[in-house]
Structures are given as C-alpha cells and as structure tokens.
C-alpha cells in the first residue's frame, strides 16, 4: 500500500484533501444514519 501510494505522481496536499473530504462525507453519512437509527425522543431510554 505503501509503495503503491509513492508511486502516485500527485502532491501529497492534493491527496489529503480529498482524503479530508472523503472522511468528512462518510462521518457525515455515519451520523445521519446513527441519528437516523435512534428514537429522537431520549426521554425514553432510560
């Protein structure tokens, strides 16, 4: 995996950003999902 990404031509900060904005969109995803999945009413879950 290593050598693999070493071998890629693209800048590193290029690569982060895109990193950054892929892990941003999938914890956003995970959040809406989990809050989604839960009872909004907390009250309850005693």
């Given at each position: 995996m290593a050598q693999r990404s070493l071998s890629y031509p693209r800048p590193p900060e290029h690569s982060?950003?895109?990193?950054?904005r892929c892990s941003s969109?999938?914890?956003c995803a995970?959040?809406?999902s989990f809050v989604?999945?839960?009872p909004h009413d907390h009250?309850?879950?005693k």
């Open positions: 982060a950003r895109v990193v950054y969109f999938v914890h995970f959040f809406l989604n999945s839960r009250g309850s879950q």
